[in-house]
């Protein structure tokens, strides 16, 4: 298969990313990221990257039972989150590439703890810390595809790191800052 057909199949999982940025639901951005994971799993195979198949693979799995925790209680247990985890790093070994196995199998164990918590904060700063092992792998198996979605997901997290979690408002909205003083 071309170079370009690898890549853009790679590129349309990015436009589902943007896309799951735009979206202010939960459910629908999980939904999103099912199908996202599912062009990168034909993305990674088609570089024959193996442990990013199998990460994509259990990590679209993953959106979808998240999706699921709030509709059943039974899955609304911190051993549904530890078990992805497990899941994570068992098919990292069964798909070993070598020691570059481990940035993938690390990156979607952080994402795994983002993804279950419910402080955006903390899930901003573990999604954050999880885009370097992802970067790594990307540029040695050749993935552009993944670069561009790692360069948008790590400008778009700092953003909101900026805009919610590390400026003052009294420096930014003075004004409103003094009306909520004056009443």
Request: glycine share 6%; net charge positive.
């Amino acid at each position: 298969m071309g170079p370009l057909i690898v890549q853009g199949v790679g590129f349309i999982g990015l436009l589902i990313v943007i896309v799951m940025f735009q979206v202010n639901r939960r459910s629908f951005t999980l939904k999103l990221l099912v199908f996202s994971s599912i062009m990168f799993v034909i993305h990674f195979y088609l570089l024959g990257a193996w442990t990013a198949v199998a990460m994509n693979i259990i990590g679209a799995f993953r959106a979808f039972v998240f999706n699921k925790k709030e509709s059943y209680k039974w899955l609304n247990r911190r051993e549904t989150m530890y078990l992805f985890v497990g899941l994570f790093w068992t098919t990292g070994f069964l798909s070993w590439e070598g020691p570059l196995s481990l940035l993938p199998i690390a990156s979607m164990s952080v994402e795994c703890f983002a993804l279950w918590n419910s402080n955006t904060k903390r899930i901003r700063w573990l999604m954050l810390a999880a885009r370097p092992g992802w970067f790594i792998y990307n540029v040695v198996v050749g993935s552009y595809a993944g670069l561009a979605t790692e360069i948008f997901l790590t400008s778009t997290l700092l953003v909101a790191v900026y805009r919610f979690d590390s400026r003052s408002d009294k420096i930014y909205y003075p004004i409103k800052h003094k009306l909520q003083q004056s009443k």
